[in-house]
Structures are given as C-alpha cells and as structure tokens.
C-alpha cells in the first residue's frame, strides 16, 4: 500500500505534465512586440566576484537598454561590491542605476522590498547577482506577461558546474523533471515552485502584495500570491537563466535544505489555497505539489526502509530489483527521487524544529566557481 501511494500519483501526475509541456499549446496572448519599461532589482552582499559580470550580461540582453533602469540593493556589503557598481555606472552613463544601501544585513526578502519603493516601472524583474541570462531570455519572459491574466513570468533553470560529480549529475536529472513540471502547470494554468533568479511581475500587483518577508525565499510565495489574487504565475519555457551548482554532497545538501525549508514554508502558510477555486491551479496543481514536497517524500523514506527489510528476509527479490539498477537511466532516476525525498523530509524536520534565520552564508562552491569562469566582462563559457 505504501508503494502504491508512493510511486502511482507521484508518476501519474509527472507523466500527465511532461505530455502537457510537450504537446499542449499555451492558450494565453504572446506578444513578441511588447516592450514595457522595466526595473530589475538585484539584492547583494558581498558580490564583488559575481557583481560587474551580472551588469554586463544585463546590458548583453537583446531587450531596450532605454527601458531598462536597474536598482541594487545591499544588505550592508563588506567587500568592495557597492565600489564596483558605481565605477560600473561611471562607465555606463547611459545606464539608469540607483543603489540603495541597507544599514545592516536584514535578508534578501526585506531588501526586495526596500528596493520596490523606488521602482517606477511597468515592470519589475527580480534576479540575483550570481546568475546569469541569455540574450534572449529577458524579451522571452517579457512576452507572455503581455497577457492581462498573467500576474508573474519566471524563467527556467540550467545547471552548470566545473566539476561533473554524481551529485551535479542528480541535480541535473531532478531540474529536468522540475522544467518540465513547471511548464505543463504553467500551460494548464499555473505554477507553484518559482525561479526567483529571472522573475518578473507587474509592478502595480507586486505593490499589493509585496514579497512575502514571513518566508525565506522570494519566488514559490510570489506565485502563490498571484493564484491568491486570481492572476497565473508561470514559466516560459524559452527563458533560461544559468546558475553554478555545488559539486559536493556536503553543500549541496546545505543548499537544498535551505531551498526545501522555504518550500516547506510557503506550502504551509498559504495551504487554505487548496481547492478554494474551482481553477485547475487550487484542484490539481497545489494539491499534488504540496502532496509531492510534504507527504511524498516521508512516504518514500517508509518505502525505503521497508523494502531493506523485506529484500534482508526475502533475498531472492534482489533478481527483480538489481537488473533494474543496471540501466543507467533508471538507476539515476531512482537514486535522485531517493535523494531528494531525504533532503526535503530532513528541511520540513529542521523547520518544525525551529524557524529560520533571514539570512544565511552563501554556498562557497558556487562563488568559486563564479571566480573562476567570471573576468569581469569575458563572456560565460557556457553560453
């Protein structure tokens, strides 16, 4: 019985999105023409190796530069990265660029709203310094928010590493179930779990709602408070934005129980969304991913430890099992599921046990690898 409510709906509702993602249409107004004034709000601390590469790849985008006005806002930095954006903005006059200092460290949610005040444009585009886009990747996201039902647009993610370990390779099997997740929910509707490194929003709805500074993260609260408000938040799927990825098990897991606390945190304050409208979003959409990120995964880890006491007392079921695990593709697909399922019960565990703080260390594989593949204007070699 634990197998089966752990492996069918789970499976079901993948294999039902992956088809939507694939095979259906979007059915809201693209309009490639639409160019809205735009104001990207970029929260630092402590950027200096990644803050003069993120302006540069900004201004790289096939997007207006004149409709593009940027606001920085740090969290009371101590190196040399608020030195860095105003020589940057000597160089770029052209270039409409406000920093807005923060006394003391607050987190990354209160900064965001701090820097809302002085956005002034149609548009406003959250992302982070140590990411980058691609050219097109701001016009693509820009163009499916021209629909007047569309409240927010995020972007999808690509992973890259210096390092090609068996824990990069999990990440990367687990964000192409994840694209391809947010994708069909966001043809059907809408989304749940957001990517806050290429988000974009109406400025007069994020006015409203704001970000949520209860939460950790920025990005699942702002599309749970789109599906609130009646507006669909989704993700193009022609928008891409790349992050560098941790290649030890150690930061990895650092990182994604932070992630998965968020996670956690957002599906539980705005869990009255749950069949409140009879829209796909609150019927299907919330409820299966609540179902995957909170029950799912303390049902995998029963599954686990009652398939090694059953394997332990009836060995001859290891034939069945053992010429699965030889096909490679399966193999990473059963071991990332089991993976992922450990950490996320693990982060709802250490969220039970006492709240987060709203800041937090930065993962220091990614930032030396940012050091590495970042010469302050060299293009990326990934793109």
């Known amino acids: 019985m634990a197998l089966v409510i752990n492996v069918v709906p789970f499976g079901l509702y993948i294999l039902y999105m992956s088809r939507v993602a694939q095979m259906r249409p979007w059915d809201i107004s693209i309009d490639t023409s639409y160019e809205p004034t735009i104001s990207v709000m970029i929260p630092t601390f402590n950027e200096e ?19 593009i006005s940027l606001i920085i806002i740090d969290g009371a930095s101590k190196d040399r990265t608020i030195e860095l954006v105003q020589k940057w903005s000597e160089e770029h006059p052209q270039t409409k660029i406000r920093i807005v200092r923060q006394g003391r460290r607050s987190g990354m949610v209160n900064g965001l709203n701090e820097g809302l005040k002085y956005a002034d444009a149609e548009l406003v585009v959250k992302t982070d310094a140590d990411c980058l886009w691609l050219k097109d990747s701001l016009r693509n996201a820009i163009k499916y928010i021209a629909d007047p039902r569309v409240g927010s647009v995020a972007g999808v993610h690509i992973i890259d590493a210096s390092r090609q370990t068996y824990s990069v390779r999990t990440e990367r099997t687990y964000r192409r179930f994840y694209s391809l997740l947010r994708v069909g929910e966001s043809k059907l509707y809408g989304t749940v779990l957001y990517e806050g490194e290429l988000m974009v929003v109406r400025r007069e709805l994020l006015e409203i709602v704001g970000f949520d500074e209860e939460i950790g993260g920025d990005d699942v609260p702002m599309a749970l408070r789109m599906a609130e408000r009646g507006f669909r938040a989704i993700t193009a799927e022609d928008s891409y934005f790349v992050e560098q990825t941790p290649y030890s098990w150690s930061e990895k897991l650092r990182q994604k129980v932070r ?42 880890m029963l599954v686990l430890m009652l398939s090694v006491g059953i394997f332990w007392r009836y060995p001859i079921l290891l034939t069945v099992l053992v010429p699965l695990l030889l096909i490679g593709r399966t193999r990473e697909m059963l071991v990332t599921h089991l993976i992922d399922s450990a950490i996320m019960v693990h982060a709802i565990l250490r969220e039970i046990g006492g709240r987060e703080k709203v800041t937090w260390e930065k993962i220091a594989e ?5 050091a590495v593949k970042t010469n302050f204007g060299q293009p990326f070699s990934k793109l």
């Open 49 to 67: 190796i990644a803050i003069r590469r993120k302006l540069d790849n900004l201004m790289e985008s096939n997007y207006p530069k004149e409709r």
């Open 259 to 300: 992630r998965g606390r968020h996670v956690f945190q957002a599906l539980w304050k705005y869990r009255y969304l749950n069949f409140r409208n009879n829209t796909p979003f609150h019927r299907l959409i919330l409820p299966f991913e609540t179902y995957i990120y909170v029950l799912n995964p303390f049902v995998t």
């Open 366 to 370: 990614a930032r030396e690898q940012l």
